[in-house]
């Protein structure tokens, strides 16, 4: 060492820590030298000489007895310290000057919040307590030893209350609104029942730690700061109020400022604009596990106060609760004095938000049909070249916003060779996460429209409707009838008896419209609570827009009944409740099937705003000839099966027939094996119409025996023995 080098004073108990703030760096020194202190006083107090080894730390004893001593050894203790050789060095070293920068203290360091929020001797030394645990490793040994428990491994107030010269003075620590526990700078784990705990182990977050001690380090991980964005076009609405509160207001606890808009849409491009035209920086939280953890969210919040920053939380699936109502939205204290944009998709989400902490929401739009052209050619480059028509069906089925279509692009770019149009529906569907809960059951298509049997009139509105759904983007976005129809698909009804294919016909339309199929469960659609069908159908109705679908509402009836006079409350809502489903299904852009059997009981005005009734009547001979040969089992003899003698007899719907095969089948079964190989496997006439008087019996109806002509015998064996 030169003759001119000063020895470096240690800060903490690891001699090579240091932070970059002076001012920290002296309370850090404070806290280690008045805890060596205490050391020194445990090993007097417990009656024992100090271990050889400066290393060696003094035994537990007993705590109750340690507690009633306080106040006989309180004189003792303030004497040893001016006595003692080693408590007397440490506590002149305890006196000594202060250490202060000389320069103007940057914003978020320890010295900028001992100014800022003018605190007192006490307070600083709490805060720096808890700074010095979070940064030197070293410590938890030897709080345990001052707290006399080695349970405890955290500072405390009680240790607060220990090392400090005037043990009075932290009593206004002990306050939950104090600024350093309001702002996030310390925080109590535990209950705390709006009290402060003494025994409550206190800490600083990581995240607040560092910047404490070095205000000049770079973002923790998670937060990024976004490039400002200048929107050049006058802005309106919200987006023009915004930047003007945000300049203007005082801030004295959370602004929370809403972001409305759909996943992929242009909600951090608008954030970024108005963080500009209000002049200060905005960081996005990126690491999406932590909002769940209201602690860390307190954390992030505190660190983009101290950087004077703007946060965006646009991790929204993270950011939002479930809950029995659609959940809510994780923010952070409304104490501390942070300005966050949330992302979220419905205003409910933010419904718990104390109404003074909110600003007006900033609603994003939805991309029109345009606009996502234009992306998807954008970022598809020469690849699109070819598919304008594809694009433009993509475009219009699958309504993703744009920073989802240049993900999905980014992904159809990585494939070898030219695109099909197969290739970019994959890609959408895969890229959609279409949740309709407990109302809906996605189905599975087992027919096409060859399948279903329907006379000709029936047959040829199955074909329009086809026709019409795969016609919609042409029309629409090419003839022009986007804006006066809004956009708006199909709907239609099936009504008929239970049984003649209203189901099957919705499976075909499926299949050769390549949708998938959703089928509503009105049992949990229908509430009988005052307003919760409305919220089911909202539900349903907004997570069917993302994309085209068919949703099924069988038993239609239940749902769109006649509107009633208005007797009472629950009449005047029901009534509300039809009204809102007729205008939602005048806006859904896909093909809303509803199916009853009841067609009567349907409320006119919903009957004139659909686009194609379809009557499914029960089949007459010839269709149920087609019928009876569609459903005969592939890989069974059913050579004796008389289909034209079943087809005139038998007055059954499809669904019946269907039935009917099924139940002879499993009669004819006799384990031998599922092949014909043999003769082994043979549908009789015998198990068929045995099967068909079973049906009949379900449907509680009855046949003469001349009707089954020939088997009038084996089904007079049925009832008689």
């Given amino acids: 060492m030169s003759a001119t080098s000063q020895p470096i004073e240690a800060v903490t108990f690891a001699p090579a820590l240091r932070a970059a703030d002076p001012s920290a760096n002296y309370w850090m020194r404070q806290v280690m030298l008045r805890l060596r202190r205490e050391v020194c006083w445990c090993w007097h107090e417990r009656g024992l000489q100090p271990a050889p080894s400066p290393t060696v730390l003094p035994p537990f004893s007993d705590r109750l007895i340690g507690t009633l001593d306080q106040s006989r050894f309180w004189a003792d203790k303030q004497r040893f310290f001016t006595t003692d050789a080693t408590a007397r060095y440490l506590t002149d070293q305890i006196g000594g000057a202060r250490s202060r920068s000389a320069a103007r203290p940057s914003r978020g360091s320890f010295e900028w919040v001992v100014e800022s929020l003018a605190l007192d001797d006490v307070s600083t030394f709490a805060l720096a307590l808890g700074l010095t645990a979070a940064f030197d490793a070293s410590m938890t040994s030897v709080i345990s030893a001052c707290l006399n428990d080695q349970t405890k491994l955290h500072p405390t107030l009680a240790l607060v209350q220990k090392l400090w010269d005037v043990p009075e003075d932290v009593l206004r620590l002990a306050d939950p609104f104090h600024p350093l526990f309001r702002l996030g700078l310390l925080q109590q784990t535990g209950p705390h029942d709006g009290e402060a705990r003494w025994d409550a182990p206190l800490s600083v977050p990581s995240l607040v730690a560092e910047l404490l001690l070095f205000p000049e380090s770079s973002l923790p991980h998670g937060l990024v700061l976004l490039a400002p964005v200048v929107d050049r076009r006058e802005p309106s609405g919200a987006a023009r109020v915004v930047p003007l509160r945000l300049t203007a207001l005082h801030r004295d606890g959370l602004r929370v400022v809403p972001v409305i808009g759909a996943k992929g849409s242009g909600r951090r491009a608008l954030v970024q604009a108005v963080s500009a035209a209000a002049g200060k920086p905005v960081v996005e939280w990126e690491g999406a596990a932590a909002l769940e953890d209201q602690r860390s969210l307190n954390a992030i919040a505190t660190v983009v106060w101290l950087k004077d920053l703007y946060l965006f939380l646009s991790s929204e699936p993270a950011a939002v609760v479930p809950g029995e109502k659609g959940g809510r939205t994780v923010i952070p204290s409304a104490a501390i004095p942070a300005t966050v944009f949330v992302a979220v998709t419905d205003r409910h989400q933010l419904a718990h938000v104390p ?367």
């Fill in 355 to 721: 109404a003074a902490a909110l600003l007006p929401a900033l609603d994003v739009a939805p991309a029109t049909f345009e606009q996502r052209v234009e992306v998807w050619k954008r970022h598809l480059g020469r690849k699109a070249t070819a598919l304008g028509a594809e694009i433009a069906e993509c475009a219009r089925r699958f309504r993703l916003e744009p920073d989802t279509i240049a993900t999905v692009c980014r992904e159809l770019n990585a494939l070898p060779g030219p695109l099909q149009s197969r290739d970019l529906a994959d890609a959408c569907r895969a890229e959609l996460a279409s949740d309709l809960g407990d109302l809906a059951t996605l189905v599975a298509p087992r027919f096409s429209v060859t399948h279903v049997v329907l006379p000709h009139k029936q047959q040829v509105l199955i074909a329009e409707i086809l026709k019409a759904m795969r016609s919609l983007t042409e029309v629409h976005y090419v003839w022009g009838t986007a804006k006066a129809w809004n956009e708006s698909g199909l709907s239609v009804l099936f009504a008929g008896p239970p049984g003649t294919g209203k189901t099957m016909a919705a499976e075909a339309l499926a299949t050769d419209l390549d949708l998938p199929l959703y089928r509503i469960d009105l049992s949990q659609v229908v509430n009988k609570y005052i307003g919760e069908t409305e919220k089911n159908l909202k539900r349903v109705f907004d997570a069917a827009d993302v994309a085209d679908m068919i949703l099924f509402f069988d038993e239609a009836d239940a749902l769109f009944g006649r509107r009633t006079e208005v007797s009472d409350a629950h009449d005047r809502y029901a009534n509300l409740e039809i009204s809102y489903l007729l205008e939602r299904m005048e806006r859904f852009k896909g093909l809303a099937i509803l199916a009853t059997n009841r067609k009567k009981d349907l409320d006119d005005a919903f009957l004139r705003r659909l686009r194609y009734i379809v009557d499914f009547p029960m089949p007459d001979a010839a269709e149920r000839r087609k019928i009876w040969r569609q459903v005969m089992p592939v890989y069974a003899d059913c050579s004796d099966v008389e289909v034209d003698f079943l087809a005139a007899q038998f007055p059954l719907a499809g669904g019946s027939i269907r039935s009917v095969v099924l139940n002879a089948c499993l009669q004819c079964a006799d384990g031998s094996g599922l092949s014909a190989d043999g003769g082994r496997a043979r549908l009789t006439m015998k198990a068929v119409v045995t099967a068909v008087k079973r049906e009949f019996d379900k449907m509680n109806r009855t046949l003469s025996l001349e009707q089954y002509g020939a088997y009038a015998s084996t089904i007079e064996g049925l009832d008689h023995e």
